[in-house]
């Protein structure tokens, strides 16, 4: 920051009081300055920060969508085929079950005969 003087042949015109008032209306107004323009720059950025986080909320929210889609298409997916294998598991079971019963009963026709 700048210092404010008065130079000696201005000094002895004005007076010294009115001179040191001089210098600390000029300061005042200097620094009354500086906190305008930092405010100023403070609301702009903060403007700017709420600006990008909803931009940046909204693509998270938009991938987070597209996530859940996929993942509710591959739970599906799953559950199609977790079917299709119960339902082949089945199937082969009640082959064996059948095949088991057979020999079962070939066994026991053999043995009572």
Same mark, same amino acid.
């Given at each position: 920051?700048?210092?404010? !003087?008065?130079?000696?042949?201005? /000094? @002895? &015109?004005?007076? @010294?009081?009115?001179? @040191?008032?001089? %210098? /600390? ?8 300055? &500086? ?8 609301? $702009? ?12 909320? &909204? /693509? ?7 996530? @859940? &889609? $996929? ?8 559950? !199609? ?21 057979? %020999? ?10």
């Amino acid at each position: 920051m700048a210092i404010v !003087t008065i130079e000696k042949p201005r /000094r @002895d &015109k004005l007076g @010294d009081e009115a001179a @040191d008032s001089l %210098v /600390r209306l000029l300061n005042q107004s200097q620094e009354d300055q &500086k906190n305008d323009i930092v405010e100023f720059v403070e609301e $702009k950025f903060e403007r700017r920060l709420i600006e990008e986080l909803t931009a940046l909320e &909204k /693509r998270l929210v938009e991938r987070i969508s597209e996530g @859940d &889609k $996929k993942l509710d298409a591959r739970i599906t997916s799953l559950e !199609t085929r977790i079917a299709e294998t119960h339902a082949d598991l089945i199937k082969w079971m009640f082959i064996f079950w059948v095949g088991q019963v057979g %020999v079962i009963l070939g066994i026991l026709f053999a043995f009572f005969k």
